[in-house]
């Protein structure tokens, strides 16, 4: 069994307790400094919508149309778009 420990993003104390449920996330209550916030970090959220941002692009889906289905902003896409291909780091340094 894996058991994790979490601490608290303020003043990360490990002395924390469950307090109730967000979008159906556990939220939790920080006994040391009263903080409340969600047990699961914004990044993971993040690097799960982004893998599914990177798979529709692979099936070549429109900027637009991956904005509509995963609610990532279109610029954020774009600049993935740019970081992910080097093929067009390799034209723009051309053509400079
Ligand atoms: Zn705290």
């Known amino acids: 069994?894996?058991?994790?420990?979490h601490y608290c993003a303020k003043c990360t104390s490990d002395q924390l307790r469950r307090n109730?449920?967000?979008?159906?996330?556990?939220?939790?209550?920080c006994k040391a400094c009263g903080y409340q916030g969600l047990f699961v970090p914004a990044a993971v959220r993040k690097a799960a919508q982004y893998a599914q941002v990177d798979a529709l692009l692979l099936e070549r889906n429109s900027q637009r149309s991956i904005a509509r289905v995963t609610g990532v902003a279109r610029r954020t896409i774009a600049k993935r778009i740019k970081k992910s291909?080097?093929?067009?780091?390799?034209?723009a340094s051309l053509a400079a």
Request: proline share 9%.
């Open 1 to 5: 069994m894996v058991t994790t420990i």
């Open 20 to 29: 109730g449920s967000k979008q159906g996330q556990p939220k939790y209550q």
């Open 85 to 91: 291909s080097p093929a067009s780091a390799a034209t």
